[in-house]
C-alpha cells in the first residue's frame, strides 16, 4: 500500500523559503513519477511540479519556473520542494501525489494528506 507523508509547511514572510518533504513508502513500481501539487479553498488543485523517478527529468508550473526546485533522495525514499522567492500567492495546502509509469500528465492517483504553506505580505 502506497502512503505519502508530507512535511515542512509553515508560516513565512514574502520573500522567504520553506523546504517541503514527502516520505513514500510502498512504491513498488518499476517506473514511476512523483509530485507536487496545491489547492486553496474554492479552487481546482493545481499542479507544482513533477519528476521522474528513473531519469530525473522534472517539469513545472509556469508560476513556479526558476523559484521552486523538486528533487528526490532515492535513498531515503523522500521527494523534496525548494520553494524560494514566497509569494503571497503561493499560500495553499501543498500535497505529495505518486503514480506509476512516466509523468505525461498531471494524473496522479496516490495522496499525501497534505501540509499548509501560508506566506504573508
Known amino acids: 500500500q502506497v502512503q505519502l507523508v508530507e512535511s515542512g509547511g509553515g508560516s513565512v514572510q514574502s520573500g522567504g523559503s520553506l523546504r517541503l518533504s514527502c516520505v513514500a513508502s510502498?512504491?513498488?513500481?518499476?517506473?514511476?513519477?512523483m509530485g507536487w501539487f496545491r489547492q486553496v479553498p474554492g479552487k481546482e488543485r493545481e499542479g507544482v511540479a513533477s519528476?521522474?523517478?528513473?531519469?530525473?527529468?522534472?517539469k513545472y508550473a509556469e508560476s513556479v519556473k526558476g523559484r521552486f526546485t523538486i528533487s528526490q533522495d532515492n535513498a531515503k525514499n523522500t521527494l523534496y520542494l525548494q520553494m524560494n522567492s514566497l509569494k503571497p500567492e503561493d499560500t495553499a495546502m501543498y500535497y505529495c501525489?505518486?503514480?506509476?509509469?512516466?509523468?505525461?500528465?498531471?494524473?496522479?492517483?496516490?495522496w499525501g494528506q497534505g501540509t499548509q504553506v501560508i506566506v504573508s505580505s
Open positions: 510502498g512504491v513498488t513500481w518499476r517506473r514511476n513519477c
Open positions: 519528476i521522474d523517478r528513473r531519469d530525473d527529468d522534472t
Open positions: 501525489a505518486a503514480r506509476e509509469f512516466t509523468c505525461s500528465d498531471w494524473t496522479y492517483i496516490y
